[in-house]
């Protein structure tokens, strides 16, 4: 029972740190463009080569 006082709050902060790391990632654009490096690897790079 001891042990809830310290894993509860430092679970409900793991969460908020998540969420918050979440959001900030969001705002800076990191899920913006979720197909172009996925079809990137598809396209050949022969000009890149001459």
Known sequence: ?????LL?????????GA???FFKASDDGQFEDLEG???RILHD????LR
């Open 19 to 21: 969420l918050w790391v």
């Open 1 to 5: 029972m001891e042990s809830l006082y």
């Open 45 to 48: 790079d022969d000009d890149l």
């Open 37 to 39: 490096p996925a079809l």
């Open 8 to 16: 509860v709050p430092l679970s409900i902060a793991l969460v908020f």
